[in-house]
């Protein structure tokens, strides 16, 4: 069970930097030189964690904390 929670923080952080690089791509300082193939694998890579996520909680509960990280990534794109 322990190795489930530290597996479910794991992909939760995944998401959380997946998302933070992709933003960045769009609007931070790569903006204009970041390519639409990179955002694309960046969001293909939160898919492939968000199924991770699911095998090991569920779909719904995947989907919130999902949800959770890419909330926490963007409270940390904040100023």
Not at 36 to 48: D, G, L, N, V, Y
Not at 54 to 72: Q, Y
């Amino acid at each position: 069970m322990e190795e489930n929670k530290s597996e479910v923080a794991r992909l939760m952080q995944q998401i959380t930097l997946e998302y933070q690089a992709a933003k960045l791509g769009l609007s931070g300082l790569a903006s204009g030189t970041a390519t639409h193939a990179f955002i694309t694998a960046k969001m293909e890579r939160m898919s492939q964690h968000h199924e991770a996520l699911s095998r090991l909680v569920g779909p719904r509960e995947a989907t919130i904390l999902a949800a959770h990280a890419v909330e926490k990534g963007e409270e940390a794109g904040q100023v």
